[in-house]
């Protein structure tokens, strides 16, 4: 069975001292014991102060995103020896939003990819179709080209050190959520073309996340589909009851 991971997405929210505020109270919850991958990805400014106080339990941290290249003159970038350097162990890649406001591209995303990989970090590829691209049945296409995109030139065993985030643009902060049964559909198409690209053993052990407005009051119905292997949490992960019960319903799931 794959083991659930529960990540939080923070976005262009939180300060370095909310930051803190909310780990402090999020580590009194009791981080340890539990049955899910636990991860959280602040912005750059408060990756600091998540891993001063969180550094010791097992909360995983990932940064938004990173460049593809080592070092050099790209003002603004961060590079993967710098997450590593600031203790990050994942990193987001692809985001519908890095897409949409960023242009990012797939063979953006694959470059990024394997820099990440080249420095030990596991990127978490992001991927998903916006309403109009479902409305006109070309979901599947725009998936397939995502993710085979984002995975180009890598053997299998780069592939099994990789997450992929399913998240359909239109139930991103839309408060749409697509049915448990729609996820899984989605899901399951995603671990056949992996199956494709790789074999049946590593497509049966990739951890594929749905991310797209889920919350407490859908968590336990997302989980328990069969190949949805975590949530990749926008809002909700900002506040620490909500995030904390979504880590509890992967527990009962996992146990």
């Known amino acids: 069975m794959r083991k659930l991971l529960i990540a939080g997405n923070w976005k262009m929210n939180q300060t370095a001292s909310q930051t803190e505020a909310f780990c402090l109270e999020f580590k009194a919850k009791g981080l340890q014991g539990h049955k899910v991958d636990i991860l959280l990805s602040p912005s ?5 102060a998540m891993i001063s106080i969180l550094g010791d339990t097992p909360v995983h941290v990932a940064a938004q995103d990173m460049c593809y290249e080592d070092r050099g003159a790209y003002t603004a970038a961060v590079s993967a020896e710098m997450l590593v350097d600031a203790k990050c ?10 897409r949409q406001y ?15 990989l080249k ?17 006109s049945n070309i979901m599947e296409e725009v998936i397939k080209t995502q993710l085979l995109g984002a995975l180009a ?9 990789t997450v992929i985030a399913y998240e359909p643009v239109w139930a991103i902060g839309t408060g749409l959520t697509a049915t448990p049964e729609q996820a899984q559909e ?11 690209r790789t074999d049946m053993e590593t497509a049966d052990q990739l951890q594929i996340l749905y991310g797209g407005s889920a919350k407490p009051t859908n ?14 949490i926008g809002g ?20």
């Open 236 to 255: 909700a992960s900002l506040k620490v009851n909500d995030f904390f019960q979504m880590i509890e319903a992967g527990d009962k799931l996992n146990s």
């Open 119 to 135: 420095y030990g970090l596991t990127p978490i590829i992001c991927i998903g179709e916006t309403k109009e691209q479902r409305e």
């Open 44 to 48: 750059f400014t408060s990756i600091p």
């Open 186 to 196: 989605v899901h399951r198409f995603i671990r056949t073309l992996l199956e494709e």
């Open 153 to 161: 030139d890598l053997s299998n065993e780069e592939i099994l050190k």
């Open 89 to 98: 162990s994942h990193v987001l890649l692809g985001h519908s939003e890095r």
């Open 219 to 232: 968590a336990d119905a997302l989980l328990s589909e069969n190949d949805i292997d975590g949530l990749l």
């Open 102 to 116: 960023f242009h990012e591209s797939d063979e953006g995303v694959n470059l990024k990819t394997k820099q990440a």
